[in-house]
């Protein structure tokens, strides 16, 4: 069974960067799709981006051009880089599958951008 921790949240000012980290206990090798989503107070949660097993990406509109997916499947960590934040980015950031799978839905890290 995968168990998926995530770290890397905090508190930042709009502008500033943060980098984010998927730890997987068990293996995700290069077969699986890997997401980041998030999910602001009273919205739903939403894909923000993912990688495929071969490093192909695809990012929301919203943070395109800001964010950064990325893995390392040796490590079985899966990364985003945030750069440029905004307060509308301030949510609790998860990563799972993508399509997501529901047991490997983890505790996420809070990132809050404000001044």
């Known amino acids: 069974q995968v168990q998926l921790v995530e770290s890397g949240g905090g508190l930042v000012q709009p502008g500033g960067s943060l980098r984010l980290s998927c730890a997987a206990s068990?293996?995700?090798?290069?077969?699986?799709?890997m997401g980041w989503y998030r999910q602001a107070p009273g919205k739903q949660r939403e894909l923000v981006a993912h990688?495929?097993?071969?490093?192909?990406?695809n990012y929301a509109d919203s943070v395109k051009g800001r964010f950064t997916v990325s893995r390392d499947n040796a490590k079985n960590t899966v990364y985003l880089q945030m750069n440029s934040l905004k307060p509308e980015d301030t949510a609790v950031y998860y990563c799972?599958?993508?399509?997501?799978?529901?047991?490997?839905w983890g505790q996420g890290t809070q990132v809050t951008v404000s001044s």
């Open positions: 799972n599958a993508f399509p997501a799978y529901p047991p490997w």
């Open positions: 068990g293996r995700i090798n290069s077969i699986y799709t």
């Open positions: 990688i495929t097993g071969g490093g192909g990406t």
